[in-house]
């Protein structure tokens, strides 16, 4: 009745081709980037910041950089961790060498590191496939944390390899450091979350995307009409891990504030945000955001409601949190296996015939 | 001439250590090849298995912590304790009730899905039986005791001694571990040739389609292979918690299993048992011999080094089954 | 419902508001995960000391003591939202029992005012009161616990110790790498060989480490590890038959947990401490009165009296006299957090007090000042007798080489203090 494209006309390719060729969705999207800008920065507090919005951004990147490579291009990887780990001691090692240039420069060419080595170890993609790649990447997440661990150039020979940020500013306002203001911190990330966001879906439906998802088709069909798997899958690779060292440079930055690379970059960093994607939706930039906030949300959510609401013991709240996430994993599963975003949209074509179906 | 008979006892001991990983990796193995889903709870199935071992030896009353939070009771044990094999053939059970379970809730709705789905399932499942076995047994470290001994095997090192003028330390656990994983393998080998049912195991590993046109049940086979994993794991669950005691990083042995299977391929018995020998020895002499040189605690990445290094020249693992992609 | 779905959402999120008036004392412990076993204990001891300071005396000074739990699992990120939601409640002091959660919150702390204390483990060179203004770690930390272990060491070894070999083995991570550096130092003054073994957490394979032990024959093993490390570690020293009384685990790693897997062979097994052991002190018939009997423990009632629960009811025990201490300074009983550090650094715990609290010769006498946040970190051994199933102490209290740690850690702390912009203070 009210969601539908009927009376919507386009009179052109380019009206056509939009992003949001629905004019509710178009508002919708309007309405969220102007609550997200307009209207959060002022009422956010300390709370909502630190345990809900930023890690919910920060997620959502790594989530979308994750969901090019196995989403869009089809090559699983399990070494997401390992690779935010790079992004995270890059972002670490130009801040304190270079403490006067600005930190979104150095957030940026985090990633442009962090793209790099994650090309390096995307090669072996060109021969290996499936749960075997899965398994290989791996073997980039572990190399990674061992090395970051092991060598005392990484983090500048601090006493127990722990990695502290100092504070930095972007436009006069400290976003970095314990002095950076709630609003500051998650501007700062939406800022990133929203270009990377935007640039990701445009990515995904030029030329490059096309290839990447020929690739994951059938990589040796994609092969014979010119797609060529070399550039395909390393420019995959490449990008992927360019926002995933963005995602691991803001998680060290300005979310954590300090870190230990074995512990927030370890193997449950890689899969949590694999489950991210899976739950989300794989290969849908709107599936990343909505993965991640359901891994991040959704634990919290439950520990307030058990412990605050209900007043029960923490650790059996902890433990039926588990139970619950497991069995909504399982259910969500069930109900539609292509994650949320699939129910989303299934969600919206029943409210285009709303309320007269056939 | 001292470093080599050194490196020799390294060797050894990788053996033994490797026989461990493939304990774990035959639980993944026999899911894959009957089911094509690669269960990522298998490492907490084995942590689950231990933990309703102890629970049941010790006379543990399940869930008592959640009763006595709830009405304020202050129930823990029945007060009496079970025989270990009784408790093993009981927990066996308990597996086979929770393979049964699986099949019933899960694995039956998701027919035909992708493998990924498949595997994200038993990603749900995982969290499910790590919370749900804390809830039962609680999340304290246990004790597990089942009667194995422990400890350097005073007859190798005597004989060794003789022999090299150095005596080799081998622990009994792992000995019987070998001995146990290898009766086991036979078992299975045994069943899968010559019993109706393991024939059927293997013609649904084969092609699920033909299976089911010549009157296979699926169902029963899923759950039949469920409870088969579930077995396998509670004996890793056995020989790790031996060593360990019972406790949640159990349930990150899977990890160790992960090289192991990429290595012998996700779809071979015989692989995942190459796979880990040739794991647990490279590991081991790399951290022994090149480790010190490198600042040591490699392990971890050498396992999947050395997999990766051979999947480049072989892309299907050493025994996988060839793949052929045609457009 | 959307709307009412959004409401709940948004209900769900809000942290729980807190009642007003009391003093908030959160304790961020971990009861499921890895450490889940080392934690709970420790939980347990931090709540039932404040529950009997509640019960039997109403608080101290008449203000009741609320204890919020909240549940870390040992992760960073789920560390920060503990502490951004109690932030909310108004609390006096944070104690996570994690170092990597401890040194994530070092910064925050520090502006937002609130102290962090963090005995016997955490930021070594927070001990330095110029530079840390809000963290203390008293009584003992890392780098006493490595020269406690060397100077015991010493004394087996009658003082000389050229040419011995002693391996480090610990856990690959923040916490097991702090000793490094003084045990470099101190082998070279004392001329031993330092072996550095680390193992990969969790530590469930340790089998090269042990054999690297069986190899190089080190005279004795100074063990840092956490979680399951700690099991396999004394079980593997079991099986190659590595004597025990030559190992020497930090506090960390001398829990019943740690040595009652490995059974009979882990007799002998020797551990540092900074306070008593076992339930023989006064302080435990209050206790069974006032909260175990009266059904209050925390938790399942079931570790009382055990090394972790008598860590655990000590951390309270030296919280709760730097309250009582900050109200006497404030000359109000109703304490912020700020007068609260104040406290802290008037803090004087003499060996009379201990007395009075009912645990006689369970801690050392603890005074600090704006100097000094770390007190005299002095420590003592602990051995395990397999066949009683029980802890005995060994040794009185030995006093660290401060000579060699003092220097270490102004050298850390003005790194410290360069990076993150500090000017020193008490001056």
Redesign the interface.
Same mark, same amino acid.
């Given at each position: 009745m009210i969601y539908r494209e009927a009376g919507d006309f386009k009179t052109g390719y380019r009206e056509d081709g939009q992003t949001f060729p629905i004019k509710l969705d178009r508002w919708a999207y309007y309405g969220v980037l102007a609550v997200a800008f307009g209207i959060i920065p002022f009422v956010i507090n300390?709370?909502?910041a #630190?345990? +809900?919005l930023v890690?919910f951004l920060i997620y959502a990147i790594a989530a979308m950089g994750l969901n090019i490579l196995t989403g869009y291009a089809g090559q699983?990887s399990l070494g997401t961790g390992g690779f935010m780990a790079v992004g995270a001691y890059a972002v670490y090692k130009l801040m304190?060498a270079f403490p006067d240039v600005n930190i979104v420069i150095h957030i940026l060419l985090a990633g442009f590191v962090t793209a790099f080595v994650g090309m390096l170890f995307g090669l072996?993609s060109l021969?290996?496939?499936g749960?075997?790649l899965a398994?290989?990447t791996?073997?980039a997440?572990?190399?990674l944390?061992?090395l970051f661990?092991?060598v005392p150039w990484f983090y500048n020979y601090?006493?127990?390899?722990?990695i502290?940020a100092?504070?930095r500013t972007f436009l006069g306002e400290a976003v970095t450091?314990?002095?950076s203001s709630a609003p500051a911190k998650y501007l700062i990330c939406l800022g990133f979350a929203f270009v990377l966001a935007w640039l990701a879906r445009n990515l995904t439906r030029g030329m490059l995307g096309r290839k990447w998802m020929a690739i994951r088709d059938?990589d040796?069909?994609a092969e014979?009409i010119g797609v060529n798997p070399l550039g395909a899958k390393l420019s995959a690779f490449a990008i992927s891990s360019f926002f995933i060292g963005v995602a691991g440079a803001l998680l060290f930055a300005v979310?954590?504030?300090?870190?230990?690379v074995?512990?927030?970059f370890g193997?449950n960093k890689s899969?949590l945000v694999l489950?991210m994607i899976? &739950?989300g939706g794989?290969g849908s930039i709107f599936g990343s955001f909505a993965g991640a906030a359901f891994l991040v949300?959704l634990p919290?959510?439950?520990?307030?409601?058990l412990?605050?609401?209900l007043g029960?013991?923490?650790?059996?709240?902890?433990?039926?949190?588990?139970? &619950?996430?497991?069995?909504? &994993?399982?259910f969500f =599963?069930?109900v539609e296996?292509h994650g949320l975003a699939r129910l989303w949209a299934l969600a919206k074509d029943k409210l285009r015939l709303w309320p007269f179906p056939h | 001439m001292d470093q080599l008979i050194y490196a020799t006892e390294v060797l050894l001991n990788g053996l033994m250590t490797g026989v461990m990983y493939a304990l774990v990796a035959l639980g993944f193995v026999l899911i894959f090849k009957a089911s094509g889903v690669?269960n990522y709870a298998q490492g907490v199935l084995a942590l689950f298995a231990a933990l309703t071992l102890v629970g049941i030896q010790q006379g543990q009353i399940p869930f008592a912590?959640?009763i006595n939070?709830m009405f304020g009771t202050h129930l823990e044990t029945f007060g009496w304790t079970v025989p270990s094999l009784v408790a093993i053939l009981l927990t066996a059970m308990v597996m086979v009730v929770l393979a049964f379970l699986i099949e019933k809730?899960?694995l039956q709705? =998701?027919v035909g899905?992708?493998?990924?789905?498949l595997f994200?399932?038993t990603?749900? =499942?995982?969290?499910?039986?790590?919370?749900?076995g804390?809830?039962m047994w609680g999340?304290d470290i246990k004790t597990l005791d089942v009667g194995l001994p422990q400890g350097i095997s005073e007859t190798i090192e005597g004989v060794t001694a003789d022999w090299f003028g150095y005596g080799f330390f081998i622990d009994r656990l792992d000995l019987w571990a070998t001995a146990i994983a290898a009766a086991l393998v036979a078992a299975l080998v045994a069943f899968a040739q010559y019993t109706k049912q393991g024939r059927a195991m293997r013609a649904v590993a084969d092609d699920h389609q033909a299976a089911l046109s010549v009157g296979i049940s699926l169902r029963f086979i899923w759950v039949m292979v469920w409870s088969i994993a579930g077995f396998v794991a509670l004996v890793a669950g056995i020989m790790w918690g031996t060593k360990s005691g019972v406790q949640f990083s159990l349930s990150l042995i899977a990890?160790k299993a992960?090289?192991v299977?990429?290595l012998g391929g996700?779809t071979s018995i015989p692989g995942a048992i190459v796979g880990g020998l040739i794991i647990g020895v490279g590991e081991k002499l790399f951290e022994f011999l090149i480790g010190p040189m490198?600042?040591g605690?490699?392990e971890?990445?050498f396992a999947?080094?050395l997999?990766?290094i051979f999947?480049?020249f072989r892309?299907?693992?050493l025994f996988g089954e060839r793949?052929i992609?045609?457009? | 419902m959307t709307l009412k779905f959004t409401a709940l +959402?948004a209900?769900?999120?809000?942290?729980?508001a807190p009642a007003m008036a009391d003093l908030v004392v959160p304790n961020l412990?971990y009861?499921?995960g890895p450490y889940?076993a080392n934690g709970?204990p420790y939980a347990d001891g931090f709540n039932d000391y404040f529950t009997l300071l509640n019960e039997r005396d109403g608080g101290i000074g008449g203000e009741r003591i609320q204890v919020p739990?909240?549940?870390t699992?040992y992760?960073?990120?789920k560390g920060?939202?503990c502490?951004?939601?109690l932030?909310?409640q108004n609390p006096l002091v944070m104690n996570p029992l994690s170092?990597?959660i401890t040194?994530?919150l070092?910064?925050?702390v520090?502006?937002?005012g609130i102290p962090l204390y963090t005995p016997g483990y955490g930021?070594?060179?927070a001990k330095n009161g110029k530079v840390f203004e809000w963290v203390f770690n008293a009584p003992a930390n890392y780098w006493d616990g490595a020269s406690v272990a060397v100077k015991h060491i010493l004394d087996q070894e009658g003082g000389d110790l050229n040419g011995k070999k002693i391996a480090l083995v610990y856990h690959? #991570?923040?916490?097991g790498?702090?000793p490094i550096?003084t045990l470099q130092e101190l082998s070279e003054k004392h001329g031993f060989e330092l072996l550095e073994l680390p193992v990969?957490?969790p530590g469930q394979e340790q089998k090269s480490q042990w054999l690297q032990i069986r190899r190089d024959k080190p005279d004795y093993v100074i063990m840092y590890a956490w979680g399951v490390m700690n099991q396999v570690a004394i079980q593997e020293a079991v099986n190659i038959r590595f004597p025990m009384d030559h190992m020497i685990g930090i506090w960390w790693s001398g829990s019943e947990n740690d040595v009652k897997p490995a059974g009979a062979g882990a007799d002998g097994y020797k551990a540092l401490t900074f306070h008593g052991v076992g339930q023989d002190y006064p302080l435990y018939d209050d206790m069974k009165t006032h909260v175990l009997d009266a059904g209050k423990a925390s938790?399942a009632g079931d570790q009382v009296g055990t090394v972790l629960y008598s860590r655990g009811a000590y951390a309270a025990l030296v919280i709760a006299e730097a309250i009582r201490k900050g109200q006497e300074v404030a000359g109000t009983s109703q304490i912020s957090a700020a007068q609260l550090r104040d406290g802290f650094e008037a803090l004087d715990i003499t060996a009379e007090r201990m007395d009075e609290l009912g645990l006689p010769d369970f801690g050392q006498p603890v005074k600090l000042s704006c100097e000094n946040h770390g007190g005299d970190g002095l420590a003592r051994l602990q051995q395990w007798s397999a066949s009683e199933e029980k802890w005995t102490l060994i040794t009185d209290f030995i006093e660290p080489d401060e000579e060699v740690l003092a220097p270490l850690i102004a050298e850390?702390s003005a790194?410290?203090a360069a990076?993150?912009?500090v000017t020193e203070r008490c001056n």
């Open positions: 300390d709370y909502w #630190s345990a +809900v890690p699983v304190t072996p021969r290996i496939k749960f075997y398994v290989a791996l073997a997440q572990f190399f944390v061992w661990n092991k601090s006493a127990s390899g722990q502290t100092p504070e450091g314990p002095a059938m040796i069909a014979i979310y954590l504030g300090a870190a230990e074995g512990e927030a193997i899969f489950f899976i &739950i794989l949300l919290v959510l439950l520990k307030n409601l412990v605050g609401s029960w013991p923490t650790d059996l709240a902890a433990h039926l949190e588990l139970m &619950i996430v497991g069995a909504l &994993i399982v =599963l069930i296996p | 690669f912590h959640m939070a809730l899960v709705h =998701l899905q992708e493998p990924i789905i994200m399932a990603i749900g =499942l995982a969290y499910f039986l790590e919370g749900l804390d809830v999340a990890l992960l090289p299977l990429m996700f490198i600042g605690a490699t971890n990445w999947y080094v997999a990766l999947l480049v892309p299907q693992g793949i992609e045609r457009v | +959402v209900a769900g999120l809000m942290a729980a412990s009861r499921t889940a709970i739990e909240c549940e699992a992760n960073t990120e920060v939202e502490y951004e939601s932030k909310g170092t990597g040194y994530q070092i910064p925050k520090g502006f937002d930021r070594t060179s690959n #991570s923040a916490y790498k702090e550096r990969d957490a938790g850390d790194a410290y990076e993150a912009g």
